[in-house]
């Protein structure tokens, strides 16, 4: 669709798509407490976009292929989960004085209050 696009300039958007896409990616989690703690979930793993059909975007590989777990054998360049990462390490950063499981569960509390959601979190979330 995004070449489609009337005055879609490649040369512009491989310039300025990381950050783009990191936005839109850190506001999705933002505004979605469930997709937030399912992200900080993840710890310190490498986030992959296994898709064999992205090259750019993805490992350009499935992720039950042999090498997915390899990343020195991915024909893809992995953009987004590399993108993914970076956005849970930002996140993270800004509840460094926490341990890792108070840094999600405050990051995800904060994320329900922004969004005027009532219910506690350590309740239907299980973060307690």
Known sequence: MGR?????DEAV??????????IGC??????????LEDLLATGNREIVEASPY??????????DHPDATNPSRWP???RLGNVITQ????LLA???NYTLPERAR???ENAMAALGMNDEPSDSLGLR
């Open 4 to 8: 489609g696009v009337q005055g879609f």
């Open 13 to 22: 958007w491989n310039v300025h798509s990381e950050k783009i896409v990191g």
């Open 26 to 35: 850190r506001e999705k989690f933002l505004q979605n407490p469930r997709l």
């Open 54 to 63: 992205d090259k750019i975007w993805g490992i350009g590989l499935k992720d």
């Open 76 to 78: 893809g360049e992995n």
């Open 87 to 90: 956005v849970r390490e930002d």
């Open 94 to 96: 800004g509840y460094a």
């Open 106 to 108: 405050v990051a995800v």
